[in-house]
């Protein structure tokens, strides 16, 4: 059973692009959250998903960016007209259904704006 | 408002001490209460957890204790080694919800 998978690992971006960060949650499991990790920080909860269904998005910022776990495919979390303040380690969870449990995590995307 | 408090921010300790962090939550749903350890470059992973129906739990060296009338969680971690140093997170949950704790960076001197 693969663990969470989440790709790039590292992608690099000019300020004024997009970025496009997946993750495929471990299977079975339809709760996904994201969190973004600034360095020498803690995580900060961005969005919880479950299938086709944003649940919990108070820790999304208002502007840029998006969150999306359609029927089919990988969990994406997308952020517009990146700023150098976008760089940052952002992780992907999954929890199984209706199960309060821990959370796996992913092994995170690095973004760097540059 | 951080849902999740966690203290301290960082901690130096000999190897073979007592490692102690602590954690206080606000949210009284919260009825799970994991720990995650998190080494450079890597994802958090699970350590241990707990839910509120037991004062403790122990693992190996790692050991939880949890006050659910304080609102008030800890790890313990004993016998620490050098290998233990990383960054720690609390967390407590609800089925629809996982609050972290901003973590605590522990370093373990040989």
């Known amino acids: 059973n693969a663990g969470v998978m989440q790709n790039p690992r590292h992608l690099v971006r000019r300020r004024g692009q997009e970025a496009r960060l997946r993750c495929s949650p471990m299977?079975?499991?339809?709760?996904v959250y994201w969190y973004r990790q600034l360095p020498e920080e803690g995580l900060k909860f961005m969005v919880y998903?479950?299938?086709?269904?944003?649940?919990?998005e108070s820790g999304m910022p208002k502007e840029r960016f998006s969150a999306e776990f359609p029927k089919e495919g990988p969990s994406i979390l997308r952020i517009q007209q990146v700023v150098r303040g976008d760089s940052a380690a952002y992780f992907c969870?999954?929890?199984?259904?209706?199960?309060?449990?821990?959370?796996?995590f992913g092994q995170g995307t690095r973004l760097t704006v540059v | 408002q951080q849902q999740v408090k966690q203290s301290p921010q960082s901690l130096i300790v000999q190897k073979g001490g007592i490692s102690i962090i602590n954690c206080a939550y606000e949210?009284?749903?919260?009825?799970?209460f994991p720990w995650y350890q998190q080494f450079p470059g890597k994802g958090p992973a699970l350590l241990i957890a707990?839910?509120?129906?037991?004062s403790e739990k122990k693992e190996g060296r790692f050991t939880i204790s949890f006050n659910k009338s304080a609102k008030q969680f800890s790890l313990h971690i004993m016998d620490s080694q050098p290998g233990d140093s990383a960054t720690y997170f609390c967390?407590?949950?609800?089925?629809?919800?996982?609050?972290f704790g901003a973590g605590t960076r522990l370093t373990v001197k040989p």
């Open positions: 969870a999954s929890s199984p259904r209706q199960k309060n449990t821990e959370a796996f």
């Open positions: 299977k079975g499991h339809s709760h």
């Open positions: 998903l479950q299938k086709e269904n944003i649940i919990d």
């Open positions: 949210n009284t749903a919260f009825d799970y």
């Open positions: 707990i839910r509120p129906d037991v």
């Open positions: 967390a407590a949950s609800t089925v629809r919800d996982m609050r």
